[in-house]
T-cell receptor, first 111, second 115 residues
Framework: DAKTTQPDSMESTEGETVHLPCSHA???????IYWYRQVPLQGPEYVTH???QNTTNSMAFLAIASDRKSSTLILPHVSLRDAAVYHC????????????FGQGTVLSVIP | GALVYQYPRRTICKSGTSMRMECQAV??????VAWYRQSPQKTFELIAL?????????EQNFTQEKFPISHPNLSFSSMTVLNAYLEDRGLYLC???????????FGSGTRLLVI
């Protein structure tokens, strides 16, 4: 699986919009960009995913660069419950059905 | 909705003994089950990926002899940590999905402490 690069940590204040960056310069054409998040004492939780077009759901907006070499997970109006480790993962559509996690970004939210 | 339950939530075993952990999928068919270990330093390691009706694929540094996995049907999987030692401690996570086009749903993990 191709590698992703994320900042180790970011900090935000409640109510702000957070932009979590992810670099994946060696992404290949058939790889999706997945985002999971993990809070303490829980397993990872699916947030969103995309291939080429920006995507949005109730949790977040995923902005994908036109060359697909980077993406940004945008969390609008964060609350304390959004504090978690956010993982950006590339996942192929071929025979490989696995997720390879990196270290992720630790998002801290200040009241 | 799709849920994955893991049990026990936490366990302690003596060094050199074995520990079995279970993973139950509810609300969807767990065609594939991935077992991970998250170290105390929070690093994820994929142990193996099991797909029903296919051979279980173990990652480098993990073997069937040490981490035997059973995936007998579309709702259940178990993994045993044989002959556990200090380096085996961590949070063991089970993630399952319906097919390679679906996202994974994870359980809350089984935390293994080896003494």
């Amino acid at each position: 699986d191709a590698k992703t690069t994320q900042p180790d940590s970011m900090e935000s204040t409640e109510g702000e919009t957070v932009h979590l960056p992810c670099s994946h310069a060696t992404i290949s054409g058939n790889e999706y960009i997945y985002w999971y998040r993990q809070v303490p004492l829980q397993g990872p939780e699916y947030v969103t995913h995309g291939l080429q077009q920006n995507t949005t759901n109730s949790m977040a907006f995923l902005a994908i660069a036109s060359d697909r070499k980077s993406s940004t997970l945008i969390l609008p109006h964060v609350s304390l419950r959004d504090a978690a480790v956010y993982h950006c993962i590339l996942r192929g559509t071929g025979g490989n059905n696995k997720l390879t996690f990196g270290q992720g970004t630790v998002l801290s939210v200040i009241p | 909705g799709a849920l994955v339950y893991q049990y026990p939530r936490r366990t302690i075993c003596k060094s050199g003994t074995s520990m079995r952990m279970e993973c139950q999928a509810v609300g969807f068919q767990a065609t594939s089950v991935a077992w991970y270990r998250q170290s105390p330093q929070k690093t994820f390691e994929l142990i193996a990926l099991s797909t029903v009706n296919s051979a279980i694929k173990y990652e480098q540094n993990f073997t069937q002899e040490k981490f035997p996995i059973s995936h007998p049907n579309l709702s259940f999987s178990s993994m045993t940590v044989l002959n556990a030692y200090l380096e085996d401690r961590g949070l063991y996570l089970c993630g399952a999905n319906r097919d390679r086009n679906s996202d994974y749903t994870f359980g809350s993990g089984t935390r293994l402490l080896v003494i």
